[in-house]
């Protein structure tokens, strides 16, 4: 998926819309552009290779995913751009002429102004795709395959990193909704179980939290947080009984009642300007999802039981499917 984005004031729209088409049918290739690029992402990675959140990150997909698995690529190393400029145009072109490509206006402007500002926009689409639309992923890493504990060593740390990772349901996975409530009561706020236990308790961290991809295939989980090196066997003790106790209790009704309230209310936030409800629109029908399907999901999340939640906290939040990951000083 490919994604170009413009916002204006509506006096400007007719000369952004000709810069995008400029833009889009550009035949030059900057070479020294791309070597500033692909040197950009070369120091990008060797100081990502130095912080210890984003390579806490990296381990949790690469126990996760297969090397060459999409899920994985981001957080790794990125190769280099081609300087092959007629590759590239070729790619471009395909790009933009593919099937299931989608224009969207919103904003200050009528349905008629903006259909005759789409049709202008772009070539012809092309009759069929060189490769399939739907990309083909492999299957992540089966439990057995993973390690229960990995520990990386980076030079120089004074606070030991920890994340307990597996792999997550996918957006439309039947348990997402019950999977929406339990993450947001583990990790979701400032007073989840993760916050009280870790940083209200003792101050063992200053932050704490999940890691949690809402995407519709499996995605990558876990639950993380840092603490003082000397005190890293203690809050690991502190994060897995956490999740124990969680596994164990659940959630409570009240708990539930302010989860729902939470995921209720922020959807107010997400419709106060045009652009915003287009982007939504734009996210789910990239994902050959129905329009509001994420809005559903929270009502779905909302006629589920306290019962019904925590058999799903009992059979995903087993601490034998968790992977321990630690990250601590050389």
């Known amino acids: 998926m490919s994604v170009l984005a413009l916002g204006c004031r509506r006096e400007?729209?007719?000369?952004?819309?000709?810069?995008?088409?400029?833009?889009?049918?550009?035949?030059?290739?900057?070479?020294?552009?791309?070597?500033?690029?692909?040197?950009?992402?070369?120091?990008?990675?060797?100081?990502?290779?130095?912080?210890p959140q984003s390579m806490m990150s990296t381990h949790v997909r690469r126990i996760l995913f297969q090397p060459q698995d999409p899920r994985r690529t981001p957080h790794e190393k990125q190769e280099h751009v081609s300087?092959?400029?007629?590759?590239?145009?070729a790619l471009r072109?395909?790009?933009?002429?593919?099937?299931?490509?989608?224009?969207?206006?919103?904003?200050?402007?009528?349905?008629?102004e903006?259909?005759?500002?789409?049709?202008?926009?772009?070539?012809?689409?092309?009759?069929?795709?060189?490769?399939?639309?739907?990309?083909?992923?492999?299957?992540?890493?089966?439990a057995d395959r993973r390690p229960k504990d990995l520990t990386v060593k980076l030079a120089r740390l004074t606070q030991t990193y920890l994340a307990l990772a597996r792999d997550a349901p996918a957006l439309t996975d039947r348990d997402d909704p019950a999977f929406l409530?339990?993450?947001?009561?583990?990790?979701?706020?400032?007073?989840?179980?993760?916050?009280?236990?870790?940083?209200?308790?003792?101050?063992?961290?200053?932050?704490?939290?999940?890691?949690?991809?809402?995407?519709?295939?499996?995605?990558?989980?876990?639950?993380?947080?840092?603490s003082r090196s000397a005190n890293a066997a203690a809050t690991e003790a502190k994060l897995g009984g956490v999740l124990r106790t969680f596994r164990?209790?659940?959630?409570?009704?009240?708990?539930?009642?302010?989860?729902?309230?939470?995921?209720?209310?922020?959807?107010?936030?997400?419709?106060?300007?045009p652009g915003q409800v287009l982007d939504s629109i734009l996210w789910e029908r990239s994902r050959g999802l129905a329009a509001g399907y994420r809005d559903?999901?929270?009502?779905?999340?909302?006629?589920?039981?306290?019962?019904?939640?925590?058999?799903?906290?009992?059979?995903?939040?087993?601490?034998?499917?968790f992977t321990m990951i630690r990250v601590e000083t050389r």
Not at 44 to 51: F, G, P, Q, T
Not at 93 to 112: E, H, K, P
């Open 248 to 273: 164990d209790g659940g959630i409570t009704d009240e708990e539930l009642v302010d989860a729902i309230g939470y995921l209720k209310g922020r959807r107010a936030f997400n419709v106060q300007d």
């Open 181 to 226: 409530v339990a993450d947001h009561v583990l990790g979701g706020h400032f007073y989840s179980r993760l916050y009280v236990a870790l940083r209200h308790g003792q101050g063992d961290t200053y932050a704490t939290g999940t890691i949690r991809e809402g995407e519709p295939a499996t995605g990558a989980y876990a639950a993380w947080t840092y």
């Open 12 to 51: 400007a729209l007719d000369s952004v819309v000709a810069l995008a088409r400029d833009v889009l049918a550009n035949r030059d290739i900057d070479r020294s552009e791309i070597g500033r690029r692909n040197f950009e992402s070369d120091l990008e990675w060797s100081a990502a290779e130095k912080n």
């Open 83 to 89: 300087g092959d400029a007629k590759r590239l145009m």
């Open 296 to 321: 559903a999901l929270v009502e779905r999340a909302a006629a589920l039981s306290v019962a019904e939640i925590n058999e799903f906290v009992r059979r995903f939040y087993d601490p034998s499917r």
């Open 114 to 142: 903006a259909e005759t500002m789409a049709r202008a926009l772009l070539p012809p689409a092309l009759d069929a795709l060189p490769v399939p639309a739907t990309p083909a992923l492999p299957t992540p890493l089966p």
């Open 93 to 112: 072109d395909t790009l933009v002429r593919s099937t299931g490509r989608v224009i969207g206006l919103a904003g200050d402007l009528t349905r008629a």
